[in-house]
């Protein structure tokens, strides 16, 4: 099922074995290579330090919050070798430029949703600039509709005309 990425935000950490929180969710951790969220930042209830969550580490996502096993889920960020280059990253796609390949601008993420069970980000919502927002609103753009990920910009494949452009708006 898809959710917007704040669906994801927000929430506590909570434990099977001692049925309490014991950590709150602060960000999502995203591979920019695939659009993967590979973990969530999380502030630990105890000792206040800001750990990391693994969604494999993650036996099921409530309306509540992220139900694991216990504490022993939550990593020190420098422990995880193999994340270590995209926790580094601090990879953010909110407010990113999108251009077209051939570089027409589009506008800036505005928001994403994210299929709850691959935890790959699916759709991005682009909000168009002011001027060119008059009689359109928000742009969704399809994860196979995107060609490239630079740390400052997404590019897409090139809106074939402006029907199909409108098609894909809400309004």
Same mark, same amino acid.
């Given at each position: ?31 920019? @290579? ?6 969530? !930042?999380?502030? /630990?209830?105890? =000792?206040?330090? %800001?750990?990391? $969550?693994? #969604? &494999? ?46 570089? @027409? ?6 928001? !994403?949703?994210? /299929?709850?069970? =691959?935890?790959? %980000?699916?759709? $991005?919502? #682009? &909000? ?44």
């Amino acid at each position: 099922m898809l959710y917007l990425n704040n669906y994801f935000l927000d929430k506590e950490v909570l434990s099977l074995q001692t049925t309490t929180p014991i950590a709150s969710i602060i960000k999502e951790i995203i591979n920019p @290579d695939n659009l993967k969220i590979e973990g969530f !930042y999380c502030k /630990d209830r105890f =000792s206040k330090k %800001i750990l990391v $969550l693994l #969604v &494999q580490d993650i036996r099921e996502i409530v309306d509540d919050g992220y139900i694991v096993n216990d504490q022993e889920a939550l990593a020190d960020p420098e422990d995880l070798v193999k994340l270590r280059e995209i926790i580094n990253i601090d990879f953010n796609l909110l407010g990113k430029k999108v251009e077209t390949i051939s570089k @027409d601008k589009i506008g800036k993420v505005s928001d !994403y949703s994210i /299929d709850s069970s =691959s935890m790959f %980000i699916q759709k $991005l919502y #682009v &909000q168009k600039p002011l001027l060119k927002n008059l009689n359109n609103g928000t742009l969704i753009i399809g994860r196979d509709q995107i060609n490239e990920i630079t740390p400052n910009k997404v590019i897409i494949n090139d809106l074939l005309s402006p029907s199909l452009q409108n098609a894909n708006a809400i309004v």
